[in-house]
């Protein structure tokens, strides 16, 4: 048996949420807290209903945030609902593209450059004077054949500046609303018609681009609480059953045998709870899947079996060398749960569909 002080720690109560969404809205950016999302696919008993308190990503946002869902509209789908959550979309982060000058040296002639923006097809721009000017380079890429497919494209949205590629670099910045927070691929350089002697320079990307765009994809993550505890303690017994044969009466060899579930036993005093959203979800509720959260799934990949959670106790010691630990104990479901709200306390006994917690060391 181990035995947890949960002074110091934070227990989290999880359901098995999960799924997938696209994003359909031209309107998303740096500060939004609402989203029109279509193709939703959870597993939930309406695979479409996103709930309240789900927990989602966003495949191209800058440092990958956790949202949470505060509201939805309309209840249901139809094919498309708006989702408002916290926090907002983190900032956008614009492409940089560095082409180097010259290798070693160039004397006249022209070049191309070949733009490939994302989901797009490549565009090359007509020839270019060996010395242009950034804001003649820049023109050029306005002007391009193709550059018309782009939706939305205005010129001066890849934005060009630097030198002449003859003793300065030049630098491109893709920062216009058509094509800004997007990781666009490299651009490339035809350098064939140069002459002199030399060879256009490497193109390097500086800053890769990120953002939230109309239809990069959301993977929804378990909705949970988080309870700060004040008092109390988190026990679990590893059961094993072995089979001793005997040889003629006297000890031989051991078999293992069945495998038998995790004994959980949770007594807790909590302070707080945090839920992302403004429902009071409290670990009654969360045990049950009712209340505030009676639109959680259960953690249990078999729909057929009875609702079950996730607990996960993380433990991060305030002060010293200590590892911080993660424990996660999968499909608890409680066996005898005694609550007193007013109190602020639970103690609840039950077992999980596993033989060993899952233990997690940074």
Known sequence: ???????????????????????????????????????????????????VG???????????PVHTVTARTPASMSPTTNIQFTPAL????????????YVPTVSGGTFTLTISLLGLSPFTTANIAFDATAATIEAAIDTAAGIAAVPGFSAGDIA???????????????????????????????GALLTGGGSAGAITTTTNG??????????????????????????????????YLLDRGDLDTVREGDQVPLDVTLDMVYEFITTGTSETITPYDALNGI??????????????????????????PPCGSEESEITTLTDFRYDTLEADLSAATVVATGRCNTVLPSVVRE
């Open 210 to 243: 990120s953002g939230v765009q109309d239809g990069n994809s959301l993977t929804f993550l378990p909705q949970q609480i988080e309870v700060k505890i004040g008092d109390g303690n988190l026990t679990w017994t590893v059961n094993r059953e072995f089979e």
């Open 291 to 316: 209340g505030g959260a009676e639109e959680w799934v259960s953690s249990s990949d078999d729909a057929c079996e009875p609702y079950a959670v996730d607990l996960e106790v993380e433990h991060d």
């Open 1 to 51: 048996m181990a035995r947890i002080e949960l002074r110091d720690a934070i227990i989290r109560i999880k359901d098995g949420l999960s799924g997938t969404a696209a994003i359909d809205d031209a309107g998303v950016g740096a500060g939004v807290t609402d989203v029109d999302i279509d193709t939703v696919a959870l597993n939930t008993e309406d695979t479409e209903l996103v709930p």
């Open 160 to 190: 060009v500046t630097g030198g002449d590629l003859v003793t300065t670099p030049v630098v491109l910045t893709f920062s216009g609303n058509s094509v800004d927070g997007q990781n666009h691929g490299l651009t490339t350089i035809d």
């Open 54 to 64: 789900a927990r989602f990503t966003i495949s191209t946002e800058t440092g990958t």
């Open 90 to 101: 983190a900032a956008e982060v614009d492409e940089v593209q560095s082409i180097a000058i």
